[in-house]
């Protein structure tokens, strides 16, 4: 995926640019029905499996059962809840989920009564546990889910206000040849690809030799890193904006939206590739998260939080520069953000106020993960040898 996205960012831009957007649309269009042909031909050679069931009813039911039960008492050892080995079967190839204490008021949905049927159970009253824990799971990562969005409402702006400035900026490489500012992204690309290149080789290594994980450091850590780097990375784009402001009123540019600025265009840098490596921590380590900790029968499901969350966080960017539009117009209809001249507006406080709701997203987030209980989980292997040592016994 990262080699297509670096071409479509220099060499479609480039052709769009420079040949027309004929070409620069027809490229990708046969691209894609290429790759449908080659999805079509390979079908065959996917593992299918059967279904098992909608998941979001199991997760009904359990919501349903549990409120159906408000009024039990819960029992006091966890053991009498019930379970069903051979219903969830299908559900649980790769381990069971065992019982927690968060959210006992779930718990209730498990608790056998006289009216329900151990053999035959109806769903709608008496559930598993481990279908209860199912649900738990779900909502435990829903306010690590949210601590992502920010940081897509960070990383948005560059297909923004990040263009429209590489435009006013001196894009040459050579006398014949500038960067067309599309292709800016590229930078944080090649930040991202670099970052998980050393991750994956050298970083792993060496911090498994401090937390004796195979994995180097948690999702939690992960991700914890990624919000930090984007925090720095808003608060340089503000004073890079400043920079540029001042060289647009050095030269007399300043009331010259379309004029360029005689600064270069690689004083963006330094923002595009920190979005980039906060990207290789946050955004990996945010779809990592959702596959390891989702239950396994909605894992597909869990994963698509994931872009559920880069879908918010850009509808988030809107409304936040809706709102900056708003709030900060003045009489003469000048704002912080204005259409047609950045040179006469405030961008750099724009960039400090996503800095500033960044941080408070980070110190939510802090509080979010040393809250967070991970999935707990038995795998078969486990279970067959507390199996085999009770015979014995």
């Known amino acids: 995926m990262g080699a297509s996205i670096l071409a479509a960012v220099t ?14 649309l027809g490229i990708p269009t046969i691209s894609m029905f290429l790759s449908i042909i080659a999805f079509v031909l390979g079908y065959p050679l996917y593992r299918h499996m059967d279904p098992v069931g909608s998941q979001f009813t199991r997760l009904l039911q359990v919501s349903v059962g549990a409120f159906r039960k408000r009024n039990l008492t819960m029992v006091s050892d966890p053991n009498l809840l019930y379970q069903n080995e051979e219903l969830d079967a299908s559900i649980s190839m790769d381990g069971r989920l065992v019982h927690s204490k ?29 279908r209860v ?12 889910w949210a601590s992502g969005i920010l940081l897509i409402t960070a990383y948005a702006q560059q297909g923004t206000f990040s263009l429209q400035l590489a435009k006013t900026m001196d894009r040459h490489l050579t006398n014949s040849f500038q960067i067309p500012a599309g292709s800016m992204s590229v930078f944080t690309m090649l930040a991202m690809l670099s970052t998980i290149a050393l991750y994956d080789r050298f970083l792993i290594r060496i911090a498994r030799k401090f937390t004796g994980l195979d994995r180097g450091i948690t999702f939690l850590h992960r991700m914890g890193i990624g919000l930090l780097i984007s925090v720095l990375a808003t608060l340089v784009a503000g004073f890079i904006e400043v920079k540029r402001k001042q060289a647009a009123v050095a030269h007399g540019l300043e009331e010259k939206p379309h004029s360029i600025i005689p600064m270069s265009v690689f004083w963006l840098v330094p923002r595009y590739g920190l979005h980039g490596i906060a990207e290789a921590f946050m955004s990996i380590g945010h779809f990592e ?9 909605m894992r597909i499901s869990a994963t698509a ?8 966080g850009n509808y988030v960017s809107t409304l936040l520069v809706s709102l900056v539009h708003k709030y900060s117009a003045k ?7 204005p259409d047609n001249n950045l040179n006469k507006g405030k961008l750099e406080l724009f960039y400090w106020l996503i800095t500033g709701l960044q941080v408070v997203n980070l110190l939510y987030y802090i509080c979010c993960a040393k809250l967070y209980t991970y999935k707990p989980i038995q795998t078969p292997t486990k279970d067959a040898e507390s199996k085999e040592a009770a015979s014995k016994v």
Do not use: C
Not at 11 to 24: L, M, R, S
Not at 331 to 337: E, H
């Open 289 to 297: 998260f959702f596959y390891d900790q989702s239950p396994e029968s």
């Open 133 to 144: 824990e199912e649900l738990k799971s779900l909502i435990r990562m829903g306010p690590i």
């Open 102 to 130: 968060q959210m006992a008021l779930l718990d209730k949905t498990a608790i056998v009564t006289e009216e329900d049927s151990v053999k035959a159970p109806n769903l709608w009253r008496l559930n598993s546990v481990h």
């Open 11 to 24: 060499v479609i831009v480039y052709i769009q640019d420079n040949i027309g957007w004929g070409w620069g």
């Open 305 to 312: 939080l994931f872009w559920t969350a880069i879908s918010v």
């Open 331 to 337: 009489p003469d209809r000048s704002n912080w953000l």
